[in-house]
């Protein structure tokens, strides 16, 4: 397959020093509601990010999860705490992820630590999600290997009948991670492969983080 020609001049903009604020969370925010407000098409899911997860024994491994929400000092997903990337967390909390939104030539690249949202926050998000999700969540074996998807339909049918008009209760291996920033890069694409590159780095003693341009 010959694909070495393609390439894409990025031209949207620029990004200075003199546009960056003081926490990182704030220009996260600001490109984030930028995206929100312009016009994407459907499938353009603006909050999906590739999550790397590592250990030792496990090697590297990166998945797509859904940015669910967005507080001063972390990012939240929701997922099945035994699959193969709860595992991993369980073993080693630093994690990465990754935003590529190519409509406005940008990318934001993110370390930190993942810990288990409490309880209560994985309860609310659990309980607003359709019922069909909720019923999936509690059947789903995630990163499991079955023997076929029949079995997983007739598992959601028969819970569904049981529990009846009730709601149904979060299982308690699925709920939300909150991952905490210790690094953040924002990238801005720019023509002849000049691309802006600014790293923000916490000193978490102090809580102050430093500011670094890094070379394209
Ligand atoms: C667009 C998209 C959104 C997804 N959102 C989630 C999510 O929010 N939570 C989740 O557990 N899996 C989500 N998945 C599925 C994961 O990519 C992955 O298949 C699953 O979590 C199992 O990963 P693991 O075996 O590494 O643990 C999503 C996949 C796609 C393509």
Known sequence: MTIH???????FGSL????????PMQLFKDWFAQLHASELPDWFEVNAMTLSTSNLAAGVSSR????????????????????????????????????Y????????????????????????YFESRP???????VVSPQSEIISDDAQLARDMDELDKKVGGQSIPRPENWGGYKVTPLMMEF???????LHDRFRYQLNEPTG?????RLAP
């Open 64 to 99: 797509i999860v859904l940015l669910k929400h967005l507080d001063e000092d972390g990012f939240l997903f929701f997922t099945n705490y035994d699959s193969s990337k709860g595992h991993q967390i369980a073993i080693d909390p630093h994690v990465a992820i990754h935003f």
């Open 16 to 23: 200075s020093r003199s546009d960056l604020p003081v926490e």
């Open 101 to 124: 939104w190519p409509i406005f030539d940008r990318q934001v690249r993110i370390e930190g630590r993942a810990t288990k949202t409490s309880a209560e926050i994985s309860n609310n």
């Open 5 to 11: 020609h393609l390439r894409r001049n990025y031209t």
């Open 187 to 193: 990238w801005q694409g720019k023509p002849s492969r």
């Open 131 to 137: 019922r069909t999700s909720q019923l999936g969540a």
């Open 208 to 212: 102050v983080w430093t500011i670094d």
